[in-house]
């Protein structure tokens, strides 16, 4: 009895190995053939196996202090397997240096990390950051060879979102002409929805002076009001609450305005309120008109004072046609939404198997400051494959500037910070 089952359970044994052999060699040719040819001559040249092992990026840093789950967030369409090049694998074990493919650093958290002792040839030192300057990067030349962040000139481009048209047969010929307007009313005029109420922009002061001519209710930390749970613009994506998203569609305008007025620097307040029936009211440096389309959007800055946006958005208050004329785009257009879980985020493994691909993008005057002929002279990428000076990349290269009331010429009122 003992022997034979002994001896059955030496044939599964093998039965199994063999199996698995097969399954495994199996997978190797399905992998390899669904390659492109010169990926797949790079990976056999690197690996000497006929496996395509997946591009390796070390997180070396924390991001806002926090560990692999906020990078998780982050990079979830990476992780959970849901891009179109998903062979990319993030490690955040300091050890695994040598095998990486690149290495990524959270700007705001750079100054707690000591960079890595030695540098890999070949291997991609990459800038992350989301958020707008200020960030001390004094000391760092000729550190990072790639760029990934919301501005658009990143070698990785990741924005807090994106517009987009529809597919030519989602477009209805005939759309149901809807009245956004009727729904509305002049005693829930303007939301705004802050938790941060002294900022780089000086946003508060231009509300300050724009509650003297019309009403705006503040939600959040800084005003009076409340929505749903607590909202902290800060922990991305919690904003996006139906609660709040309901009480905001009963007003006319909802206030998008970005805490720091820097080049493309537009969040995701902007992108969320597109998606509802609301029209967004907008305070920033980038260049809202070449990436949302006409009529989505009012913008307060190519207003004189806070006093002409009140009385322009009185008139359009008052006028159904006006007010429907800004719904007009929702027809040809979706809008895709970035952070956290940033389709966006997928370019970057992407560039890693094709470092060809994205190259700097063709959007001119990406600002609202290059609009106002203010020249950027910004210090790129250099020949030998890295940044020579990445703060004037991206301090000098944003041109942040203040609000400054009564003051439209930026560059002659030196307002820039
Ligand atoms: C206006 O409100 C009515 C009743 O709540 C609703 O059925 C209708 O869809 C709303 N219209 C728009 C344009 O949202
Ligand atoms: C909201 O925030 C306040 C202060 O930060 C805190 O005391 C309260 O418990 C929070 N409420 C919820 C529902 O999270
Ligand atoms: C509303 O605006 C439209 C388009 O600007 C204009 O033709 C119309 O006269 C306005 N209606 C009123 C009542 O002011
Ligand atoms: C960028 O766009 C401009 C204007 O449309 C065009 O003339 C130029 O050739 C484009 N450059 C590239 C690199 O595509
Ligand atoms: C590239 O590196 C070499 C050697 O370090 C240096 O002499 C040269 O100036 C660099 N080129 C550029 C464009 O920075
Ligand atoms: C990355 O930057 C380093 C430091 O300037 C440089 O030596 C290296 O050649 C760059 N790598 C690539 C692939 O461009």
């Not at 000086?202 to 409340?226: P, Q, S, T």
């Not at 800060?234 to 998203?245: I, M, P, S, V, Y």
């Not at 029209?279 to 959007?297: D, K, M, T």
């Amino acid at each position: 009895m003992m022997s034979l089952s002994r001896g059955v359970m030496r044939v599964m044994v093998l039965v199994t190995v063999m199996l698995v052999t097969y399954i495994l060699y199996l997978g190797h040719h399905k992998l390899d053939h669904f390659l492109p040819e010169e990926r797949h001559e790079g990976i056999i040249k690197r690996t000497h196996h006929q496996c395509p092992l997946p591009k390796r990026i070390l997180i070396w840093t924390t991001y806002w202090h926090e560990q692999s789950f906020a990078w998780e967030r982050i990079f979830f369409r990476q992780v959970s397997r849901q891009c179109p090049v998903s062979n990319c694998e993030l490690v955040y074990d300091h050890r695994l240096l040598d095998s990486a493919d690149a290495v990524l650093f959270h700007a705001i958290d750079l100054p707690q990390f000591k960079l890595p002792p030695k540098r890999i040839l070949e291997q991609m030192w990459i800038f992350f950051t989301l958020e707008a300057p200020p960030v001390e990067l004094k000391h760092l030349r000729n550190v990072f060879n790639w760029t990934m962040s919301y501005r658009l000139d990143s070698d990785v481009p990741v924005p807090y979102g994106r517009i987009i048209p529809k597919s030519q047969s989602s477009i209805t010929t005939a759309p149901p002409v809807k009245d956004y307007w009727a729904n509305k009313t002049k005693y829930k005029m303007a939301a705004w929805m802050v938790s941060h109420c002294g900022t780089e922009s000086r946003r508060e002061w231009f509300v300050k002076e724009l509650v003297h001519f019309m009403k705006v209710d503040v939600f959040g930390r800084c005003g009076f009001k409340k929505c749903g749970k607590n909202i902290s613009l800060r922990t991305l994506g919690t904003f996006n609450q139906d609660e709040c998203n309901a009480e905001i569609e009963q007003y006319m305008f909802y206030f998008a305005f970005e805490n720091s007025i820097c080049q493309d620097y537009i969040t995701e307040k902007f992108f969320l309120a597109l998606q509802l029936d609301v029209i967004p009211v907008v305070f920033g440096g980038g260049n809202y008109a070449a990436i949302a389309p006409i009529n989505s959007y009012i913008n307060a800055l190519d207003f004189k004072t806070p006093k002409e946006l009140a009385k322009y958005l009185e008139l359009v208050a008052e006028n159904a046609t006006m007010y429907n004329k800004y719904f007009e785009w929702k027809n040809k257009y979706i809008v895709e939404l970035g952070h956290p879980f940033s389709p966006m985020v997928c370019d970057l493994c992407s560039k890693l198997h094709d470092p060809t691909q994205f190259k700097l993008s063709n959007i001119t005057k990406r600002s609202g400051a290059e609009a106002a002929g203010v020249k950027l002279s910004v210090q790129g990428r250099d020949n030998n494959g890295s940044y020579p000076d990445i703060d004037s990349w991206f301090v000098k290269g944003s041109s942040c500037r203040i609000w400054w009331s009564g003051q439209h010429d930026y560059e002659k009122h030196g307002n820039f910070v």
